[in-house]
């Protein structure tokens, strides 16, 4: 009897029902829908990358014209310059050519005139550039833009402003080429120095002039 409701109570293995695949649980419209999803998304793709490949080569192009454009500006940044320089050095020979033995009055006063038309040619071609002369005289001495040679006592100019322009300076487009060469002025001995002037330079931190 105990046997019987074992085998009464001993369950029944159930047959596993089959597991359907992706494809069977789609309908064929359903893939023609992925399908073209996935066309579509490969073109784009594509289009993408069709997209990347030309604004790389257009970059690279534009990075060869910048580097022949920058070694051409190094190349012939004073072009514009020295093509306007072949004038001056047209007249020194021409100034050159002129023989001083044969008349020497003549050819001194023609050597003369040459000079003068030669400056004039540069001072043209200076404006042109932006080339500005510094010629300081009388002015007051700026460490900025002159050089102090010497300091002299001088009752006739105030003290700390220029006496007489050594050489003079030059500024290319408002920046300092070369500095004004000066002697500067300064207060006779049994006068107080001016405050802030070229001889309180080294205090301030400025270019003092050499003492003569």
Known sequence: MNQEKEEQQTPVPQEEAPTASPEQLLTAD????????????????????????RAKAEMENVRRRAETDLSNAHKYAIERFAAEVLTVKDSLELAQAIDIQSDNAD???????????????????????????????????????????TMVESRDVEPNHVVEVVQKGYLLNGRVLRPAMVIVARAPANEAPVEGGAENGAENGTEQPAEE
């Open 30 to 53: 359903d893939v023609e829908h992925l399908q073209q999803a996935l066309q579509v998304a490969q073109e784009e793709v594509d289009s993408f990358k069709d997209q990347y490949l």
């Open 107 to 149: 050819a001194v006063t023609k050597m003369y005139e040459g000079l003068v038309l030669t400056l004039k040619q540069l001072d043209s071609i200076f404006e042109k550039f932006a080339l500005v002369t510094l010629e300081p005289q009388g002015e007051k001495f700026d460490p900025e833009q002159h050089q102090a040679m």
